[in-house]
């Protein structure tokens, strides 16, 4: 288990650009790639939904290399099953050389910086003498900040492996983000796993909001048909 811990305190590496050609999902990638040409204007969010093993992790990467052809910077983030904590997929996000080198400037990879070791627990002086939650809500202001200041200059494509398994603060924080970031060029991309999503309070909460204002797209991986399971083994 220590082991475990001490991987999952690294930034996950990004997904490399898949070589092989992905085969059926014509659908699928058609809509993201819709969402994705809608993005870059405005906040817009795609879920994709499935069993496990259905194929959703192969469709985020596909969704990392249009990110990157539509002139995006994509950053992708996995929750884990088994390592959680308080703000650690959020730790994960501003810990990612991708949204380091997203930041144009100076200012910019100071603001993500600090919001890093808010999140780490190393701005103490900062939020003396607030509550816990009164030092959330300032945490989450200085991270949707620091977001929509990247993505003015360049739009982001927020990647999220298995949110099911993402801690509750880490999605308060992207709830956060949605409200005040709207008509910033965010994209962002959920893989989960509806049964298990079921029980996560705070995932269900952030999807109404999402579809309350009317920039979710639900996409539901089924499994293949008989001729796309052929070409997939041939």
Do not use: C
């Not at 220590?2 to 809509?31: N, Y």
């Not at 093993?53 to 990110?67: E, F, H, N, P, V």
């Not at 200085?142 to 492996?161: G, N, T, Y």
């Not at 309070?201 to 009317?214: I, S, T």
């Amino acid at each position: 288990m220590t082991g475990l811990a001490q991987l999952r305190l690294s930034p996950v590496p990004q997904l490399r650009r898949a070589e092989r050609k992905l085969v059926g999902r014509s659908t699928e990638l058609e809509a993201l790639a819709d969402a994705l040409n809608s993005g870059q204007g405005r906040l817009i969010a795609v879920s994709l939904e499935g069993e496990p093993g259905i194929g959703k992790s192969t469709l985020l990467a596909a969704t990392a290399d249009m990110a990157i052809d539509h002139d995006m910077t994509p950053i992708i983030v996995a929750a884990d099953e088994e390592i959680r904590g308080p703000l650690l997929f959020a730790r994960d996000l501003f810990a990612s050389e991708s949204l380091d080198e997203a930041a144009r400037d100076a200012g910019e990879l100071k603001a993500i910086q600090q919001v890093s070791r808010s999140i780490s627990g190393g701005s103490e002086s900062a939020t003396d003498g607030l509550n816990r939650d009164e030092r959330l809500l300032r945490l989450f202001d200085q991270a949707s900040m620091a977001l929509r200041a990247v993505a003015k200059e360049r739009p982001l494509a927020l990647l999220i492996d298995d949110a099911q398994w993402a801690d509750q603060d880490s999605i308060r924080l992207l709830r956060y983000i949605v409200r005040t970031s709207s008509s910033a060029p965010i994209f962002l991309a959920f893989t989960t796993r509806p049964e298990e999503m079921a029980l996560v309070p705070e995932l269900v909460n952030l999807f109404a909001d999402l579809e309350r204002v009317a920039i979710l797209r639900r996409l539901r991986v089924g499994r293949f048909r008989q001729a796309e399971s052929g070409a997939l083994l041939k």
